[in-house]
């Protein structure tokens, strides 16, 4: 898990717009958003003692 | 007018993650794990404003506006929440009150609300390949590329190449 991936695929994704790529920067976009998800899943595993 | 409201929208995204990188930098205020997610979702909610800016506006780019604003707000209130209890005194500093999640969460959704008014204001799809940049949406741009890049390596220095602390307080590849 390399908690720099979700910057890596943001420079990627700006890299790709300015060179006016736009699938492929929706592309990359797509694979943070996954990413970010992912990795969140990884993190939130602290058991919240809380009740709704 | 909508341009100009999505230059402004973009760079409010840089300056959210500039304010984050002063406290880090300049007060030594470690981010923690869920703090970065929060970053690299203002990167995924910066760049539907990016197309918008790059491209011209598109219904597509206002997607992925939202959907990184909800990912963030999710995390925000996921941090929120382990601090929720009476006693809990939270995780850093609190810069007029609010705790940097909280903040986060304020922003995630003023993003999504901005966002809809822009969708008012917008008159349709009107995307055009390579629209035509003019020097402030060009500057908002660079200054969006370098904010992230510098993200890229603080967090390569701070956590390796692997997952980071929970509770960060020295940079992992500065180690002596």
């Known amino acids: 898990m390399v908690m720099a991936l979700p910057f890596l695929l943001g420079v990627i994704a700006i890299i790709c717009a300015m060179v006016t790529q736009r699938r492929a920067a929706i592309g990359v976009w797509v694979l943070l958003v996954i990413v970010l998800l992912a990795w969140l899943r990884y993190h939130a595993t602290d058991p919240l003692d809380l009740s709704f | ?176």
């Not at chain 2, 300056?15 to 929060?38: I, N, R, S, T």
């Not at chain 2, 995390?75 to 006693?87: C, D, V």
């Not at chain 2, 986060?104 to 995307?127: H, K, N, P, Q, S």
């Open chain 2, 1 to 176: 007018m909508a341009r100009l409201l999505n230059i402004l929208g973009f760079a409010g995204v840089s300056l959210v993650l500039l304010v984050a990188f002063f406290y880090q930098l300049v007060l030594g205020e470690l981010p923690c794990p869920l703090c970065l997610l929060q970053r690299g979702a203002f990167v995924a909610l910066g760049m539907g404003f990016l197309l918008n800016i790059r491209f011209g506006s598109s219904t597509a780019h206002y997607g992925i506006v939202l959907i990184s604003a909800v990912i963030g707000a999710a995390t925000s209130s996921r941090q929120m929440l382990l601090h929720f209890k009476p006693g809990d005194t939270g995780f850093g500093s609190a810069p007029l009150g609010l705790h940097f999640y909280t903040w986060g969460l304020v922003a995630f959704m003023a993003y999504v609300v901005y966002t809809g008014i822009l969708l008012f204001i917008e008159t349709g799809d009107r995307r055009e390949e390579n629209a035509i940049q003019d020097g402030l949406g060009r500057a908002a741009l660079w200054l969006f590329l370098l904010v992230v890049a510098g993200n890229l390596v603080s967090t390569l220095l701070e956590c390796g190449v692997g997952p980071c602390a929970d509770n960060p307080t020295t940079y992992f590849w500065l180690q002596g």
